[in-house]
């Protein structure tokens, strides 16, 4: 602060001294020509930040392959104006035309194991059906023909021999109970002796008439066993093959189950089909929206490696961008972000179309400041309200942000207007005489400052001495002065 006050301080004498020598050099009086002269008038003052940047198109789309191989054709270059869905290039389609080939050889045989699948599951339950009712069918007749055997063999002779038995096992039991009485009433010596002997005689022949009877009846069945068992083997047998049969059932429900299975390979051979049409499809790039090619990466014959890789991330094949908008992004000095908002004005011109000044809004100030290499600052994008085909991405740009302005206000050039330590003074030339008065300002702009007091519409000011030999104020230097440091400075009030 004191190094500026001493600045101003040594600016004002010199100034001072430069008077005094041009009023009391040899010709006496002041030369007209050493003085340069401004008229206070209305009109208007802006302040403005000025920050530089670069343009930008909308959007940028790097534009891949998702197919790797040769590049066959290449449709466009660089400037070239595509709509979505236009021919971008295409890429040697031999592999990716193998692949779906044998993809639509397995489809077709997928599709064949499913129409043999459906027609055993649909043949399926009548054959079983029948297989079941055939052999019921034979377990039927090997009963019935047991059942005549076993009905039909030697009744009478059965019937007797079994008579005859039972009735020898009958009399051998009375035969034993006697007996047993006998001996108990010939130990009490009720009975003679000779009543013993009698009894155990009797018991005797009922027990040889038992066995023959028993011999009887074995006979009689060891000639009818075979014929029996033959018949009872058969029935064994048409039961186990209606077993057989009645489990042979479940082939219904495997039959269905290979249906089932044979229709997911379709479906595995249909995925594979489509995922090869799209992978052929893929060999054919196009824009995937309007846009300008605004950059070429590869050329004819160049081999790209596939997009879809997570490793390489695929080959760019062009740089397509969207101007039907665009934006100056430009980077924003920290302390003067607070003075700029979304939506305000900007002025925007473009080193490579001198003299000419485009109009913009800003859309976004980025929440996050940036600092590289000790300067902070923070991103702001501009929207150009109409966009010319003169702007092509890349460019620089200046942005001149309105950030206060007066309208209809007395004002003078701002190289017009003293200021020491606070006090701000003009100097008039009265009756041959520069005499200092001092003002009160208002707002003071890029290039005007505002006057609230101390001088009137049409007063005469001096706005520069030119000594003799020297040279008009330069202009860039003004310009220098209000675009020093990373984004700019502003200068209001004093």
Same mark, same amino acid.
């Given at each position: *602060?004191?190094?500026?006050?001493?600045?101003?301080?040594?600016?004002?004498?010199?100034?001072?001294?430069?008077?005094?020598?041009?009023?009391?050099?040899?010709?006496?009086?002041?030369?007209?020509?050493? &003085?340069?002269?401004?008229?206070?008038?209305?009109?208007?003052?802006?302040?403005?930040? !000025?920050?530089?940047?670069?343009?930008?198109? #909308?959007?940028?789309?790097?534009?891949?392959?998702?197919?790797?191989?040769?590049?066959?054709?290449?449709?466009?270059?660089?400037?070239?104006?595509?709509?979505?869905?236009?021919? @971008?290039?295409?890429?040697?389609?031999?592999?990716?035309?193998?692949?779906?080939?044998?993809?639509?050889?397995?489809?077709?045989?997928?599709?064949?194991?499913?129409?043999?699948?459906?027609?055993?599951?649909?043949?399926?339950?009548?054959?079983?059906?029948?297989?079941?009712?055939?052999?019921?069918?034979?377990?039927?007749?090997?009963?019935?023909?047991?059942?005549?055997?076993?009905?039909?063999?030697?009744?009478?002779?059965?019937?007797?021999?079994?008579?005859?038995?039972?009735?020898?096992?009958?009399?051998?039991?009375?035969?034993?109970?006697?007996?047993?009485?006998?001996?108990?009433?010939?130990?009490?010596?009720?009975?003679?002796?000779?009543?013993?002997?009698?009894?155990?005689?009797?018991?005797?022949? /009922?027990?040889?008439?038992?066995?023959?009877?028993?011999?009887?009846?074995?006979?009689?069945?060891?000639?009818?066993?075979?014929?029996?068992?033959?018949?009872?083997?058969?029935?064994?047998?048409?039961?186990?093959?209606?077993?057989?049969? =009645?489990?042979? /059932?479940?082939?219904?429900?495997?039959?269905?189950?290979?249906?089932?299975?044979?229709?997911?390979?379709?479906?595995?051979?249909?995925?594979?089909?489509?995922?090869?049409?799209?992978?052929?499809?893929?060999?054919?790039?196009?824009?995937?929206?309007?846009?300008?090619?605004?950059?070429?990466?590869?050329?004819?014959?160049?081999?790209?490696?596939?997009?879809? !890789?997570?490793?390489?991330?695929?080959?760019? @094949?062009?740089?397509?961008?969207?101007?039907?908008?665009?934006?100056?992004?430009?980077?924003?000095?920290?302390?003067?972000?607070? #003075?700029?908002?979304?939506?305000?004005?900007?002025?925007?011109? &473009?080193?490579?179309?001198?003299?000419? =000044?485009?109009?913009?809004? @800003?859309?976004? &100030?980025?929440?996050?400041?940036?600092?590289?290499?000790?300067?902070?600052?923070?991103?702001?994008?501009?929207?150009?309200?109409?966009?010319?085909?003169?702007?092509?991405?890349? *460019?620089?740009?200046?942005?001149?942000?309105?950030?206060? !302005?007066?309208?209809?206000?007395?004002? #003078?050039?701002?190289?017009?207007?003293?200021?020491?330590?606070?006090?701000?003074?003009?100097?008039?030339?009265?009756?041959?005489?520069?005499?200092? @008065?001092?003002?009160?300002?208002? #707002?003071?702009?890029?290039?005007?400052?505002?006057?609230?007091?101390?001088?009137?519409?049409?007063?005469?000011?001096?706005? /520069?001495?030119?000594?003799?030999?020297?040279?008009?104020?330069?202009?860039?230097?003004?310009?220098?002065?209000?675009?020093?440091?990373?984004?700019?400075?502003?200068?209001?009030?004093?």
């Amino acid at each position: *602060m004191k190094r500026r006050t001493l600045v101003i301080v040594v600016a004002v004498i010199l100034l001072a001294s430069a008077v005094v020598w041009c009023l009391i050099r040899p010709g006496g009086g002041t030369n007209p020509n050493a &003085v340069q002269t401004v008229t206070v008038e209305r009109g208007t003052v802006a302040l403005t930040v !000025s920050a530089d940047g670069v343009l930008r198109p #909308l959007t940028t789309v790097a534009v891949k392959s998702y197919a790797g191989g040769g590049v066959d054709v290449l449709a466009v270059e660089v400037g070239d104006e595509v709509k979505a869905g236009q021919l @971008i290039a295409k890429i040697d389609p031999t592999d990716t035309l193998t692949t779906y080939d044998q993809a639509i050889a397995d489809l077709t045989t997928a599709q064949a194991r499913l129409g043999q699948a459906l027609d055993q599951a649909r043949v399926q339950p009548a054959l079983t059906a029948a297989s079941i009712a055939q052999a019921e069918a034979g377990y039927n007749a090997t009963a019935k023909d047991l059942q005549r055997l076993q009905d039909a063999a030697h009744p009478q002779a059965r019937a007797q021999a079994r008579a005859g038995l039972d009735k020898a096992k009958a009399n051998l039991d009375v035969a034993e109970k006697e007996l047993a009485r006998t001996r108990e009433l010939e130990g009490k010596g009720f009975v003679a002796e000779s009543e013993l002997d009698a009894a155990v005689n009797r018991r005797d022949l /009922a027990k040889a008439e038992l066995e023959s009877a028993q011999e009887q009846w074995d006979t009689l069945e060891g000639q009818l066993k075979p014929d029996l068992e033959s018949a009872e083997a058969r029935v064994a047998q048409a039961a186990a093959a209606l077993d057989r049969a =009645r489990v042979d /059932a479940v082939q219904d429900r495997l039959k269905e189950a290979d249906v089932a299975s044979a229709k997911a390979q379709v479906a595995r051979a249909q995925a594979q089909v489509d995922n090869a049409r799209t992978m052929l499809e893929y060999t054919t790039i196009t824009a995937p929206r309007n846009g300008v090619i605004l950059q070429k990466y590869v050329e004819e014959g160049t081999i790209v490696t596939s997009g879809r !890789s997570s490793v390489t991330q695929g080959t760019d @094949i062009v740089l397509l961008g969207d101007l039907t908008e665009m934006f100056v992004e430009v980077s924003l000095d920290e302390a003067d972000v607070g #003075l700029v908002k979304a939506g305000q004005p900007a002025g925007i011109t &473009v080193d490579a179309i001198p003299g000419e =000044r485009f109009e913009g809004r @800003i859309k976004r &100030v980025d929440p996050q400041a940036v600092t590289e290499q000790n300067v902070t600052t923070v991103l702001v994008t501009v929207k150009v309200d109409a966009p010319d085909a003169r702007l092509k991405p890349g *460019m620089t740009a200046s942005c001149d942000f309105l950030v206060r !302005s007066v309208e209809d206000v007395l004002r #003078l050039p701002n190289r017009a207007v003293q200021r020491d330590r606070g006090e701000q003074s003009v100097l008039v030339q009265r009756d041959g005489e520069l005499t200092q @008065i001092p003002l009160e300002v208002g #707002l003071v702009g890029d290039e005007w400052t505002e006057i609230r007091g101390g001088l009137a519409e049409g007063d005469v000011v001096v706005s /520069a001495i030119n000594v003799a030999g020297s040279a008009p104020p330069d202009r860039a230097l003004e310009r220098g002065r209000r675009m020093g440091g990373a984004g700019g400075f502003i200068r209001e009030g004093g």
